[in-house]
């Protein structure tokens, strides 16, 4: 339960407003009585399937409201061409934009002696962080051998560099 208290910690912090809710036992019997049972004696006869992996680590949280990141003005942009209101920016990211390409509605870097790069959302992308650097790819790197073998894996995101420093400092 630590783990699942720690990840909402976690994820609250990146909404603006979030509500919990409770569901009574007297509402949730068919989930009560499959728990007691898998616990009662350990054996799972009745189930169709086992769970290997803690479900902590299949944890999503879909987002309501986007409030956007750095890729939602270029996404916008090669999807429907709109550009923003300030003049000075909208330059910018024209010639920016002409670095990536939208694929099936999923952003990403075009590279010049590398194929193309997927672009991630900063969640996405400390995700990403975790799995390379202490996961099944990696054996606790360094900062720079870290983002090499992030880009090498087909990532992008216009931090990495500070991030990977970050994340390797910790």
Request: aromatic share 10%; net charge negative; glycine share 6%.
């Amino acid at each position: 339960m630590k783990k699942y208290f720690n990840e909402v910690r976690h994820l609250v912090k990146k909404f603006k407003d979030a509500s919990f809710i409770q569901v009574p036992r007297e509402e949730n019997i068919e989930v009560d009585t499959l728990a007691k049972e898998a616990s009662a004696d350990g054996t799972v006869d009745e189930f169709d399937e086992v769970q290997y992996m803690l479900s902590i680590d299949l944890l999503e949280v879909q987002q309501i409201e986007d409030e956007g990141n750095w890729m939602t003005s270029i996404v916008t942009y090669l999807k429907d061409g709109r550009l923003l209101e300030e003049r000075d920016k909208v330059e910018k990211l024209r010639i920016r934009s002409t670095k990536y390409v939208l694929i099936d509605g999923v952003l990403y870097k075009r590279g010049f002696s590398q194929p193309y790069l997927r672009c991630l959302a900063p969640d996405e992308a400390n995700y990403v962080l975790r799995e390379v650097h202490e996961g099944a790819c990696g054996n606790h790197l360094g900062a720079r051998v870290l983002m090499h073998k992030v880009v090498r894996a087909g990532y992008y995101w216009p931090t990495i560099q500070a991030d990977a420093k970050a994340y390797v400092k910790v």
